[in-house]
């Protein structure tokens, strides 16, 4: 069989189970997220931190940021709560590999982590994040919420497809990279997320 033709069909084959794969784990996210306003929250947040930062009068400025605060309480517990109705999934479903390859979790465990771990970290990073009581501008609070908000978004969509889709769309839809938002997000985040991902 001409070599070509027997590649071609390979990757062909490695595309189907690939796409089959990615299908299944965004139906299983989708069925945890239906019940949160995750994502609408998450842009409600982003635009209202977007028109503060445009602000030119800052007296209106300080009380757009005193705006939010409802809105970040709601996403920190939603994402808690995300993240307690994942810790009951089964380990198998929540694999994430570190190599492109269909199934890869399940023939090369020790190149994956556990996306549940992942979402428990999230969660935490978020409710620090949006802590009233701790000594920073509102600005700053923001900054490090938005953060940890991409890097979260960065995790759900390297479940469902992949590190470099994740990475690209990141960079595609927010013009940050993936090394910029862990540089962003909290110190404990950062410290959690490169101990389960490996750097």
Known sequence: MNLYLLAALAAFFLFQLRSREQRQRIALLAEQLRRYQIEPLMERLTEGYQR???ESDPERRQLLWQQHGASEQALADQ???????CARLDAEQTRISRIVL????????????DFRQLLALHARGLAEATRQDLPRSPQ??????LAEMLLLQHSCHWFCRSRPVA???LLARHKTRHDQVLQAVGAATREGYDQIVGG
């Open 52 to 54: 503060a930062l445009a």
């Open 79 to 85: 994402v808690g709560r995300l993240a307690n109705d």
């Open 102 to 113: 269909p199934y890869a979790s399940r023939w090369w465990p020790q190149s994956s982590f």
């Open 140 to 145: 700053d609070r923001a900054y490090t919420l």
């Open 167 to 169: 990475s690209a769309r």
